[in-house]
């Protein structure tokens, strides 16, 4: 279709709106399209003194935009899709969707309140500028300690805040920070996965908005639509629709496609100040997974009264404070027990050390008791973000981590960073070596067994209503006396884990990523029967 007349692109007058405006322009002229621009001030911009939850209504960034399309003053207008409420009013309807950005989140912290040993890199009781009452809830989930104080103003005004020191932190988009080419290298900055903190539906897309009536320009538009995307953050838009929330709503939803299945992480909380409830689920198909999700979200729905683990669960941790915050009992006993088999370190096998790869928390202990000394050139990689946690307690950022509980997975990532590497194996004396075995012919291996485990005898019986396996070793001890109870249902840690229950014939789920988030999502996919 050819569009004869200059189009007019409705947007907001903030820095990112302008640039999501001019992009689409762009866009537009390289289609053959001709388009000018007009700022349109909406409630959003106008009240920067209330938080986001305390304005009336919703489409606080939107509804004047969508007022003036109405009226034929503008073509066409540019969103943040995210901040587009899901039902449309009469007479609009989105053309397209163009690819999304990235969904991830930045933690800008300042240099001098950096603590890299704990969570997030966050020193204890740091102040974090937020006015997302979706991420208050999730950085509380994560660190109870932390301050978070109400943030507004466009981005470049919210960095600036932070430059003044008004905060100790501040949470923004990645994408925002990544359109308008700003420059935060005077911070430390922590990217937090889509997978780890859950983003807003839709956050990183773009929408175009036009009036239903116009067919051409709607066929015309469809040059700039992604379908894939479009799919994904439908999803997203779905669950949100379902649980009638907007986005002063604590809730995150990220969907992505992988391997033809999509794969969908919720974090919903009924206030900012509750402990959000993490589920993870994976279809073949889109259709009804947004009722899927929301469905495990009911209250109806009979949960584990018990979980029993097979490690000791501090009385801090993530995965003990998700489920008691549900009323769910933990049973935490290790059925192994670990000791040293190295007390002295060779300490010349490191002078040459590229990288060092840890595929559990023991191995991370049991290393650095050792006091190694590294040449400071030595990057770190770690199984998942289990390790990752163990390696900061001791001053490391880990260079590699494994995305998820796939050993496959995670050792093909990890092969193509190390070819022509000396890579250090600290690891377990009966370890699978499933990442040695996966890595190039040229990398170079120093395998350095530091630890061994021994199967605890005469284990006692277990009737909670969910086991949950933390490796091979404890199959194992527990199965050595014990059987399933009927009802009772499995999680592993890990493939190798899974192996185990592979042979035995008994069915389990296998969480994410092997960590406390992953393990937390597990138990709450879990439907009692």
């Known amino acids: ?5 200059k189009l007019t692109i409705g947007t907001r007058g903030s820095e990112l709106a302008l640039w999501q405006a001019n992009h689409i322009q762009n866009e537009l002229a390289a289609i053959g399209i001709e388009a000018e621009i007009k700022i349109i001030k909406t409630q959003g911009d106008k009240i920067l003194n209330l938080r986001l939850d305390k304005l009336e209504g919703k489409g606080f960034f939107t509804k ?13 207008a540019v969103h943040c899709l995210k901040d587009l409420p899901t039902n449309h009013p009469a007479g609009l309807t989105i053309a397209a969707i163009p690819p999304r950005e990235e969904a991830t989140e930045y933690l800008l912290i300042l240099k001098d309140c950096v603590d890299v040993s704990q969570k997030l890199s966050l020193k204890k009781g740091a102040m974090v500028g937020t006015s997302s009452n979706r991420r208050k809830a999730q950085l509380l989930g994560l660190r109870s300690d932390l301050e978070i104080e109400d943030l507004r103003g466009n981005v470049p005004t919210r960095i600036q805040k932070l430059r003044d020191e008004n905060y100790d932190a501040i949470m923004l988009a990645k994408a925002g920070i990544k359109r308008l080419g700003l420059d935060v290298s005077e911070f430390h900055v922590e990217e937090l996965a889509p997978t780890e903190f859950v983003p ?3 956050q990183g897309a773009l929408a175009i908005q036009i009036r239903e009536s116009d067919s051409e320009l709607f066929e015309a538009l469809q040059k700039l639509h992604d379908p894939e995307t479009a799919e994904q953050v439908g999803v997203e838009r779905k669950v949100l629709n379902l649980f009638e929330g907007g986005c002063h709503m604590p809730l995150g939803c990220y969907c992505k496609k992988e391997d033809g299945a999509f794969e969908v992480w919720t974090s919903k909380a009924e206030t900012a100040d ?16 947004a009722e899927k999700i929301v469905a495990k979200y009911s209250k109806e729905r009979k949960q584990p009264a018990k979980v029993f683990i097979s490690r000791e669960i501090g009385e801090h941790s993530y995965f003990r404070k998700a489920l008691e915050s549900k009323g769910i009992e933990i049973e935490g006993r290790s059925l192994i027990r670990t000791f040293p088999i190295v007390t002295v370190l060779d300490q010349f096998i490191l002078k040459n050390i590229d990288w060092v790869f840890f595929s559990s928390r023991n191995s991370v202990e049991y290393f650095f008791n050792l006091k190694p000394l590294l040449p400071k050139k030595t990057q770190f990689g770690v199984v998942g973000r289990g390790s990752e946690d163990a390696l900061r307690k001791f001053g490391h950022f880990a260079d590699f981590v494994g995305e998820s509980g796939d050993i496959t997975e995670v050792a093909e990532d990890f092969a193509k960073l190390v070819s022509g590497k000396n890579i250090l194996f600290p690891r377990a004396q009966d370890s699978l070596q499933s990442i040695q075995k996966s890595l190039p012919a040229d990398a170079k291996i120093i395998d350095l067994p530091i630890y061994e485990t021994v199967i605890e005898e005469n284990i006692d019986q277990s009737y909670a209503d969910v086991l949950i396996f933390t490796s091979p070793s404890n199959v194992d001890a527990y199965f050595v006396d014990n059987l399933l109870e009927p009802g009772q249902q499995v999680i592993a840690i890990g493939n190798s884990t899974g192996k185990k229950f592979d042979e035995m014939g008994v069915k389990y789920a296998l969480p994410y990523s092997p960590d406390e988030i992953g393990l937390t999502e597990a138990v709450f996919g879990i439907e009692i029967r």
Do not use: N, W, Y
């Not at 959000?276 to 009804?288: I, M, Q």
């Open 64 to 76: 004047e935009l969508e007022e003036e399309l109405l009226a034929g003053t503008i073509d066409l």
């Open 274 to 289: 509750d402990f959000p409830e993490r589920l993870f689920l994976r279809s073949e198909t889109a259709e009804g997974l």
């Open 1 to 5: 279709m050819f569009i004869v007349k």
């Open 200 to 202: 807003a539906p839709a």
